[in-house]
């Protein structure tokens, strides 16, 4: 199993930039293909960015693409998402989740971390 946590989310002004940081407990954390998440208020869960397992491979949706990146560190235990040239719809509460080998969904979460984009 893996326990994560995120961190960095915050108020900024549209045009700013924001890293996200989730942390992963456990040894096997390469192991797990890695998302980012969002949920805008009144809106669904949507994903925002996965990782491959060795960090080679990432997708973005098409709303961040060019804009947001993902990135890992394994031997951190350490899932990023840098978030530049911000717009106020980018405002939604941001989870990292966890898939393991074989896992059909994401069944691991973080509590979420607030990112708020002003106009």
């Known amino acids: 199993q893996v326990q994560l946590v995120e961190s960095g989310g915050g108020l900024v002004q549209a045009g700013d930039s924001l890293r996200l940081s989730c942390a992963a407990s456990?040894?096997?954390?390469?192991?797990?293909?890695m998302a980012w998440f969002r949920q805008a208020p009144g809106k669904e869960r949507e994903v925002v960015a996965i990782?491959?397992?060795?960090?080679?491979?990432?997708n973005y949706i098409d709303a961040v693409k060019g804009r947001f990146t993902i990135s890992r560190d394994n031997a951190k235990n350490t899932v990023y998402l840098q978030m530049n040239s911000l717009k106020p719809e980018d405002t939604a509460v941001y989870y990292c989740?966890?898939?393991?080998?074989?896992?059909?969904?994401?069944?691991?979460w973080g509590q979420g971390t607030q990112v708020t984009v002003s106009s």
């Open positions: 456990g040894r096997t954390f390469s192991s797990y293909v």
């Open positions: 990782i491959s397992r060795d960090g080679t491979n990432a």
């Open positions: 989740a966890a898939q393991a080998i074989s896992a059909t969904n994401y069944g691991y």
